[in-house]
Nanobody
């Protein structure tokens, strides 16, 4: 499985971006796909994920301004980001969780989101 993100960029405070994650390869063993973000000096944190079977999961305080959509087996998976704040500035990574892969996690290369005040 290979992941490729796009859609990041520079946006003013209050603006929106839609991030896309295109999945290539066999996804039968992927149990969830999601978006994480990592700001400089911070740990990587969950933004949102779609769970095989139809559920979604959001990180702490992420629900409301961030919306994940898509299907694991039907690329792409989107992250709609609204009412962005400077503290949302980070590299956003697409993730696939698969118990069939060593380490269980597959990561994309990341896309930079910068929110100016």
């Amino acid at each position: 499985v290979h992941l490729a993100e796009s859609g990041g960029g520079l946006v003013q405070e209050g603006g929106s971006l839609r991030l896309s994650c295109v999945v290539s390869g066999d996804t039968w063993c992927v149990s969830s796909m999601g978006w994480y973000r990592q700001a400089p000096g911070e740990e990587r944190e969950l933004v949102a994920a779609v769970i095989r079977g139809g559920g979604t999961e959001y990180g702490y305080s992420m629900k409301g301004r961030f919306t994940i959509s898509g299907d694991i087996d039907k690329s792409p998976v989107y992250l709609q980001t609204n009412s962005l704040k400077p503290e949302d500035t980070a590299v956003y990574y697409c993730n696939a969780y698969s118990p069939c892969v060593a380490g269980y996690n597959i990561w994309g290369q990341g896309t930079q989101v910068t929110v100016s005040s």
